[in-house]
């Protein structure tokens, strides 16, 4: 299967960011747990109106009421926690929230557990058990969301975005025949790198896509790949890619991997990504990051 993406207006160095991906990168992800303080004046209404609803008030209404209100609080903190994460796959509308609230029936219970092998399937195993990556060092951060999936805290610098897009664009330049960049297809915002004859389809071909916002990635590897980055803390499983009697929206080895922090993260960071164009195309390809002026 071949790809043809079209590159317009992605050609420019990161250096120069438009000012949607600047708001994007300088937005802060947070996530707001449901609260509800009453002072004495609301905490008296509240029991005025109780004490007015128990002898005013047809009991099935009351009784409604009382359980239905929290209920929609709940719902409306949710929604808001949901547009609080940004941009993503999902539109930050009423029925795209709908929309996830069903996935979450049948998301993975736990991110940290690999895949099993797919049989038959080519590549036959990943590659970074030839050179085993570190412990990533420090806890993993906090992670929220289904689509979009973001880290709350330990967010990338923008320098070592700068240096992987950069790298990812020096590839396409290398191997023009084989790479492209492109807007991603799954998040429908940011940057993402494509093959052209993927082995493994995923997206139109989409190899990895970085987030704007916490830098984080996204991408599919081989399930081999994915146990080695588990046990080492380098990422998690993206909670949607079950196996199951529904559809998940992305593959079982659809996998989270945290923004580099630091040049060290960055450069396993990378390893990582070479390991994804090795499970997308069955090639081994080199990610070079550009030298630091």
Not at 177 to 182: D, G, R, Y
């Amino acid at each position: 299967m071949s790809l043809t993406v079209s590159t317009e207006g992605l050609k420019k160095p990161m250096a120069y960011e438009d000012t949607n991906q600047s708001a994007q990168a300088n937005m802060v992800i947070r996530q707001d747990p449901f609260n509800i303080t009453l002072d004495a004046p609301a905490l008296l209404a509240v029991s005025i109106l109780l004490v007015v609803g128990m002898n005013c008030v047809d009991r099935l209404v009351l009784e409604a009421l009382i359980i239905g209100v929290p209920i929609v609080l709940l719902i409306h903190n949710d929604y808001l926690n949901f547009l609080k994460l940004g941009p993503g796959g999902t539109p930050p509308t009423p029925s795209g929230y709908a929309r996830l609230t069903w996935y979450r029936l049948f998301t993975l219970r736990d991110p940290f557990s690999p895949p099993p092998r797919i049989p038959n399937q080519l590549p036959s195993q990943g590659i970074l058990n030839e050179r085993p990556l570190p412990y990533r060092p420090g806890p993993r951060p906090s992670v929220a969301g289904l689509a979009p999936q973001r880290q709350l805290n330990q967010h990338g610098s923008l320098h070592a975005y700068n240096r992987l897009r950069a790298a990812l664009e020096g590839l396409t330049g290398r191997l023009p025949n084989k790479f492209v960049t492109a807007t991603s297809c799954l998040e429908k915002h940011g940057f993402a790198l494509f093959a052209r004859h993927p082995v493994n389809v995923c997206g139109n071909g989409e190899i990895v896509h970085i987030h704007n916002s916490d830098r984080s990635t996204h991408m599919n590897l081989h399930p081999d790949d994915i146990k080695e980055i588990l046990e080492k803390g380098w990422g998690e499983r993206h909670p949607m890619a079950w196996k199951g009697w529904v559809r998940a929206p992305v593959p079982v080895t659809f996998t989270m991997i945290y923004a580099p922090r630091d040049e060290s993260d960055l450069r396993i960071v990378s390893r990582i990504i070479e390991a994804a164009i090795w499970y997308t195309t069955a090639e081994k390809v080199d990610i070079i990051l550009p030298t630091e002026p």
